[in-house]
């Protein structure tokens, strides 16, 4: 039985660097063997590819070859210039540009093979150590073959060899559909039976925005996500937009509060936000949204955080001089370089490139703390499905980097208004939400404020009153009256006339207190000349009796010296009964 050479495990990767697509593929294109990169024009392929080759210059130690069969060397390197990646200083002992464009001569003869330019590679490769090699855009030299014998004939020559040297291929080919489920049906899409990799990239409009997408179609020997994912194009190249993945450990998380900027609304949440929590504040136009947000950003700056403040509904210089009405000073923060004001609305495209530049503008400024106003505008970015998996990522990098995140949300108008639902269903995802509402009473419209919820800590569950004021932003007391939250000049009234009965209860308790006072002394005076007529009468009576004693004694004296003189009987007094 005929033996057949050991191949390297299946489970070595080649790292491409790209942001995300490593993780999709679980590390990589497969090492040592060969992968196709098919999409539409302008989808990225020679991006994708060069980036491949430069991270397995500098990063993983294995030189690259690029085999150019649209352009010139010299046009794609002065195209990918923008990228920072600096291909000129790889330029040629570690990174080798090859020249294949077909002469006019070759294409009129019209019968070549790829014998030749092979065997050239073969020892280019082998002088400079090549570990990794694209062929970009084979299409074009397979469309100048006369037949697809001769086609398919090629194509297994440049996998047979790559395959002997053990190089790590990437082959770049147009898709004529921006349908690349159906390569199969290209000129060239019995290739993708033959490697062991197959990745799609398309690039197509979804309501007037700008879309691209990658999938990996298929991945011999490994587990990869199937899932179409979408990806921008930033100035450091492919920024591939993933979740965290099942096993990913989880995020720190932090128990140290931080102040929301109003103290008031703290003592509502028990002691503030979390550090590296999402803040949701929902509401209608005029709620004071921005208001809390800018709160927010100046209380972060003032503690020495530097704080990115992204606006899309205004310029920066407008939110910090509006917010000077109640008392926020931005612009003084901005001059300290602790805040930096974005306005959004100058940045276009997909919801993918605005979270990929506000991470980039973050990082760059080094901030600890994101206030965006209001995130829903993602959801007109692009589609709401596009946008809802946005918002998860943007809410998954916050927590990763320690980033505390206060955003805004206006009411999706189509929602359910009492539940305070947003097109991008984010309220389900944040940690602490809080709602602004107005409450239309005696013909005034008052601000309201309630914490619908925040995760992990206490939280009061009061209809607050929600005041701006010249000096600051407050929250009065809850005040309610017959079952019912008044607000505004409705309960100045009431608490008016409540003080003013009070007044009047006051005042008539007085006047009949001090007439009780009146009757009471008046009667004291009656009882105390009683007292002393009844002394006087008693004493009255004593004398009486004293005077009567006196007298029947002196009567008993007198008849006793008449007997003593007449020398009669001793005298018997009568019985004075």
């Avoid at 070549?112 to 590679?121: I, K, R």
């Avoid at 002088?127 to 006369?146: E, N, Q, S, T, W």
């Avoid at 008046?522 to 009683?530: A, H, I, N, P, Y």
Wanted: glycine share 8%.
């Amino acid at each position: 039985m005929k033996s057949f050479p050991s191949r390297k495990a299946t489970s070595a990767k080649a790292a491409t660097g790209i942001i995300g697509f490593d993780e999709i593929t679980r590390g990589g294109l497969p090492h040592g063997r060969t992968t196709i990169l098919a999409g539409g024009p302008g989808s990225g392929k020679t991006i994708f590819a060069v980036q491949f080759l430069t991270h397995g210059v500098r990063r993983c130690g294995e030189p690259g070859i690029f085999v150019a069969f649209e352009e010139t060397p010299e046009r794609i390197v002065a195209n990918l210039q923008g990228f920072g990646w600096e291909l000129e200083t790889l330029v040629p002992k570690k990174l080798y540009f090859m020249d294949a464009q077909l002469t006019t001569e070759l294409l009129q003869v019209g019968d070549f093979d790829l014998s030749g330019m092979l065997a050239s590679l073969g020892s280019v490769a082998e002088k400079m150590g090549a570990r990794r090699i694209v062929f970009d855009a084979l299409d074009v030299l397979l469309a100048h073959l006369p037949d697809a014998m001769a086609r398919r004939r090629e194509i297994c020559r440049i996998h047979q060899w790559l395959l002997s040297r053990d190089l790590t291929g990437l082959i770049t080919a147009k898709a004529a559909s921006e349908d690349t489920s159906s390569l199969g049906l290209q000129p060239f899409g019995f290739m993708q039976f033959m490697v062991d990799c197959a990745v799609m990239l398309n690039h197509r409009v979804v309501l007037g925005v700008s879309q691209r997408n990658l999938r990996v179609q298929k991945y011999r020997g490994s587990s990869f996500d199937e899932n179409e994912s979408p990806f921008v194009i930033s100035k450091t190249g492919f920024d591939v937009a993933i979740a965290r993945g099942l096993g990913r450990a989880d995020v720190k998380v932090s128990t140290e509060r931080v102040t929301s900027g109003v103290g008031r609304l703290d003592t509502m949440l028990d002691g503030g936000y979390y550090r590296a929590s999402s803040v949701l504040i929902t509401g209608s136009p005029g709620t004071a949204k921005t208001t809390l947000c800018g709160a927010f950003a100046e209380a972060a700056c003032r503690r020495g955080e530097r704080t990115v403040f992204v606006s899309f509904d205004s310029d920066g210089s407008e939110v910090a001089r509006n917010l000077i009405s109640v008392g926020i000073q931005l612009s003084h923060q901005i001059k300290r370089g602790l805040l930096r004001m974005i306005s959004a609305r100058t940045i276009i495209g997909s919801s993918e490139t605005l979270l990929v530049k506000i991470k980039a503008l973050a990082k760059e400024f080094g901030a600890r703390c994101l206030v965006i106003d209001p995130v829903s505008t993602l959801s007109r970015a692009g589609n709401e499905l596009t946008a809802h998996g946005v918002a998860e990522r943007l809410l998954d990098w916050c927590k990763t980097d320690q980033i505390t995140l206060v955003c805004s949300s206006l009411l999706d108008e189509t929602a359910n208004q009492q539940n305070g639902g947003t097109a991008l269903q984010i309220s389900t995802l944040a940690d602490t939400w809080i709602h602004l509402n107005y409450l239309v009473q005696s013909g005034e419209r008052n601000r309201s404020l309630s914490i619908i919820k925040s995760r992990g800590m206490a939280h009061s569950n009061q209809v607050r009153e929600l005041i701006l004021r010249n000096s600051g932003i407050t929250l009065a007391d809850i005040y309610t009256s017959g079952g019912e939250v008044l607000m505004g000049t409705l309960r100045w009234e009431r608490e008016s006339a409540l003080s003013s009965a009070g007044a009047i209860s006051k005042t008539e308790s007085g006047i009949k207190r001090s007439r009780l006072n009146a009757e009471e002394a008046e009667l004291r005076v009656r009882l105390q000349s009683l007292r002393t007529e009844l002394q006087a009468k008693r004493a009255e009576k004593q004398l009486l009796a004293h005077i009567a004693e006196n007298r029947r004694s002196e009567t008993a004296r007198s008849l006793r010296r008449v007997q003593k003189l007449r020398k009669a009987d001793p005298f018997v007094e009568e019985s004075s009964s």
